[in-house]
Nanobody, 124 residues
Framework: QVQLVESGGGLVQAGGSLRLSCAAS????????MGWFRQAPGKEREGVAS????????GYVDSVKGRFTISRDNAKNTVYLQMNSLKPEDTAVYYC?????????????????WGQGTQVTVSS
C-alpha cells in the first residue's frame, strides 16, 4: 500500500514558477514508477510527467516539454514537479500517482495509487 500527499500548489502569475512535492509512504516507493497528472474543470485527467523507479527515464506530455521537470529522491520517498514558464492553461488540480511497476507511463489507468491533489492556478 502506498499513500501519497501532494503539496506546493498555489496561485502564480503567468510566466512564474512553482514546485510541487509528493511525499509517499510505503516500502515499495523506490520500486514504483511515479507520475503527475492534472485535471482542469470539465476536462479529463491527463498525464503531465512520469518517471521510472530510478529516476533515469522520464516522459512528458508535449504541452509541458521544456517547461516542467519531474524528479525523485528515493531516500526521501518524494517526487517533485518543477513547473516553469507557467501559462493560464496550466491551471488545474495536480495529482501525484504511483504504480506497481518500475516503468514510467502517462496513462492514468496504469496507476494504482493516487493522492488527493493540489490546486495550481495561473493568472494572466
Amino acid at each position: 500500500q502506498v499513500q501519497l500527499v501532494e503539496s506546493g500548489g498555489g496561485l502564480v502569475q503567468a510566466g512564474g514558477s512553482l514546485r510541487l512535492s509528493c511525499a509517499a509512504s510505503g516500502r515499495t516507493f523506490s520500486r514504483n514508477a511515479m507520475g503527475w497528472f492534472r485535471q482542469a474543470p470539465g476536462k479529463e485527467r491527463e498525464g503531465v510527467a512520469s518517471i521510472n523507479w530510478s529516476g533515469g527515464t522520464t516522459g512528458y506530455v508535449d504541452s509541458v516539454k521544456g517547461r516542467f521537470t519531474i524528479s525523485r529522491d528515493n531516500a526521501k520517498n518524494t517526487v517533485y514537479l518543477q513547473m516553469n514558464s507557467l501559462k493560464p492553461e496550466d491551471t488545474a488540480v495536480y495529482y501525484c500517482a504511483s504504480r506497481n511497476s518500475i516503468y514510467y507511463t502517462l496513462k492514468k489507468n496504469d496507476y494504482d495509487y493516487w493522492g488527493q491533489g493540489t490546486q495550481v492556478t495561473v493568472s494572466s
